[in-house]
């Protein structure tokens, strides 16, 4: 017996501190997660479930299926939507200003979160990024109530300080892991955040049905705040930051072209002028739309169209997330293979899984919406058009390879356009087509509109 404690020291001694910090952005990114796009989810708990009524339109939702109605109104009446629902009379519009709000915050701090991170340590900026946000959740039972201007305000608030944890997990990606690992390692680590939504979904959607929504808000925040004590005690700005890095890790990373002590100004022309920049810009913007399209307004699809309970839709809503992390894994070892083995240059590599991670759910979506009533289709093309999503390995880590002291700015000028405006638009423009309006033609605009972005 003692032998095999002195054993698993060992092991634990012999563990890499880049695994260690992996693990902890890990789990930041699924409390980042929860925080952010639990709303999707728990808003449908929040609101009354009103009857839509359209005219001219010869169809009839009932039983989470659509079928002929002669008279020519259309209703929703899907069965079962009105489980645990709550009293606020939020309609379609006022939904997607909540479900955008978020992204109206989170864009505002998208440079400097980056910029920041480059200068003072991204475990400041990070653990900072998700200790506020983890306190006001507690706040978000008592201002929906109170007002719906001022649960969107906080919101907003939520967004603000999110809004430096990417750039500032770049910026730490590019002090920490070498060129040869960092698909990998930004695939298993950042992506979290899809295990985020596997987790929050049916966490919520049991939650809401045996306590209440109101309750979600609570277990997350505590959490949130959970992580935020390890990650102060675990996490290091940099290797040579780290007390207890062995002589060997410190060798394999003393090759990044990142300086720790000498900070370059940011060169805004070259960038500006950087058409590799341009290209990763509009690549993430393109991607967010589709990606703030399935996640945010997937549920209410699921939910008004197809008909399921609450406590299904919590779990189905985690399916297509835990296929896009396991298939981000897969496509981001098989990237890191290709270079490493020499079978393909980084560029070649980037641009092959650029185009599939963008192709892949763009037909996915399109398919989903003709499938009808078939829930097991619907699921089955969510899963695997996320699946395929794997950014990773493509336009989402170039960052790090075009400017490495650099990498948080970097991101945070395409996050602002991508997460920020994207994130803004996407359930706006949702919220205005299905608005009175919950249509299979509906529907179908949102996800070609999707797929073609």
């Known amino acids: ?244 890095i062995s002589p060997e890790e410190l060798e394999e990373v003393s090759g990044l072209q990142v300086s720790s002590s000498n900070r370059p100004p940011i060169p805004w022309l070259d960038i500006v002028k950087s058409p590799p920049l341009w290209g990763t810009l509009i690549t993430d913007c393109g991607n967010t739309f589709g990606i703030v399209t399935m996640l945010r307004m997937g549920p209410a699809y699921l939910k008004f169209m197809l008909g399921l309970d609450m406590k299904t839709l919590g779990i189905l809503s985690g399916l297509p997330m835990l296929s896009r992390y396991i298939g981000g894994v897969a496509i981001g070892r098989l990237s890191d293979w290709l270079i490493r083995s020499g079978r393909l240059s980084l560029l070649s590599v980037r641009r092959l899984f650029n185009t599939s991670s963008q192709v892949a759910p763009a037909v996915a979506m399109v398919v989903m919406v003709y499938v009808g009533c078939n829930t097991t289709a619907v699921i089955s093309c969510m899963v695997i058009g996320m699946g395929l999503n794997a950014v990773a390995a493509g336009h989402f880590v170039s960052a790090v390879d075009l400017a490495p002291n650099f990498a948080g700015t970097l991101l945070g000028i395409s996050n602002t356009f991508s997460g920020g405006g994207m994130g803004t638009l996407a359930p706006l423009v949702v919220g205005a087509i299905t608005s009175n309006n919950q249509t299979w033609a509906a529907w179908q605009s949102v996800f070609w509109l999707a797929a073609g972005v």
Not at 10 to 35: A, D, H, P
Not at 70 to 95: F, S
Not at 179 to 206: D, K, N
């Open 1 to 244: 017996q003692l032998q095999c404690k002195m054993g698993l020291k060992e092991k634990m001694m012999k563990m890499k501190c880049r695994n260690v910090l992996s693990f902890l952005v890990f789990w930041g990114q699924i409390q980042n997660y929860m925080m952010r796009s639990s709303m999707s989810l728990i808003v449908l708990a929040m609101v009354k479930t009103e009857n839509k009524a359209v005219t001219g339109v010869a169809e009839v939702i009932t039983d989470g299926c659509v079928v002929e109605n002669i008279g020519g109104l259309n209703e929703t009446l899907v069965h079962q939507v009105k489980d645990n629902e709550g009293g606020l009379e939020w309609d379609q519009m006022m939904i997607g200003l909540v479900l955008s709000s978020f992204s109206w915050g989170y864009m505002t701090t998208q440079i400097i979160g980056g910029r920041l991170a480059e200068l003072y340590g991204s475990k400041r900026v990070y653990g900072l990024g998700l200790f506020i946000p983890a306190l006001l959740m507690l706040l978000h039972p008592v201002a929906a109530r109170i007002d719906a201007k001022l649960f969107i305000a906080l919101r907003v608030l939520v967004g603000v300080f999110e809004g430096v944890t990417w750039p500032a997990m770049h910026a730490l990606t590019a002090r920490w892991v070498p060129i040869g690992e960092r698909s990998s390692w930004v695939s298993q680590t950042y992506f979290g955040s899809t295990f985020g939504m596997v987790f929050t979904f049916p966490m919520c959607g049991f939650i809401i049905s045996s306590i209440g929504w109101e309750a979600c808000f609570y277990i997350i925040s505590c959490l949130s705040l959970l992580w935020s004590v390890v990650w102060y005690f675990f996490a290091y700005d940099s290797p040579e930051d780290h007390p207890r």
